[in-house]
């Protein structure tokens, strides 16, 4: 492959470079997450890609290399999508909530992967917060699979699932800059086009380009702005969730601009030991859940099929969490 040809071609700056098609863009990253592109020109390709900004069409032929480099899972029987979650950014300023919202599925019987990083630039990632709370990693991916299919809930860190995307995302540390990895690795399905992705934007501009890649593959996803682009809701103030379903997208609740009369009760930190105290609290009644999250939990609850209609999957929500109150 002629790399020298594709950084000359998409190399040009902003308004001088060439957008590849779908199968070049597919090609190109496929010979990368293979390892088949020397340093120099990986960076090339990198930086040229961050100025030029990537297409929908390049987007989806990266996806579906990146999608054809996974280690697929096997969906758990039943009815029930899994819920597939990407953390990868971790907490700077708030607690990172990603773990609570993968627990309180499980309890609802739904089959959820997390997967991510176990360092991410000294933010407070899942992996930590999910050690602290007593939930190790998984070793491999058959062990993924096989927690899954028993308890319901694993962790599964990126070099088991991609080696090849976590190599691009590590290029960070020597470039300096995002890369297109960092938005790929938030809208992979492990379980093959049949799981519920939790699909978080870091920034508001990119929602509009993952809702295209989104419909464009056919994937089923919620779609919203992260919080510190982690995928739950902000407890403070609820974002735009968005239901991706057969090429469509759907607004399952809009995005809450009014100010707060009264303030949620959060961890009193952002590390793992003050923010799984607090989802203990949480999980046991003793603090109520934000409403932004038992919102997103409704949204899940209602996209994977654990509840027959919206209106049924918010009932349970606000049912559980009453009888929670009232039991503490």
Known sequence: MDFALFIREIGRGATGARDMSCGEAQQLYA????????????????????????????????LAAASA??????????????????????ARRTANLTPLLALLLQRYAVPVLVHGLSDDYG???????????GLPPS???QQAQLVIDEHGLAYLPLPLLSPGLERQLALRSRLGLRNS???????????????????????PDYIGSMRSVLTTVGAHALLLRG??????????????IEHVHDGVSNVLFEAEHDSLRNLPQLPSGCDAPATVGWMRRVLAGEVPLPLPIANQLACCLYACGRARDFHQAKALVAVDCNRLALAS
């Open 181 to 203: 990895a960092h938005s790929l690795v938030k809208m992979l399905d492990p379980f093959q086009g049949e799981a519920l992705l939790l699909a978080a934007a870091t920034h």
């Open 31 to 62: 010979a990368m997450l293979a390892g088949e592109v020397p340093d120099l020109e990986l960076g090339a390709i990198a930086i040229a890609l961050r100025m030029k900004t990537e297409t929908v069409d390049e987007m989806v032929g990266f």
């Open 227 to 240: 919080t510190e682009g982690e995928p739950f809701a902000n407890p403070k103030r609820r974002p735009t």
């Open 139 to 141: 070793s491999s991916l």
């Open 123 to 133: 933010r407070v990632t899942s992996e930590q917060v999910f050690r602290e709370y």
């Open 69 to 90: 480099n996974l280690q697929p899972l096997r969906r758990p029987r039943g009815d029930i999508r899994p819920v597939v979650i990407p953390s990868y950014n971790g």
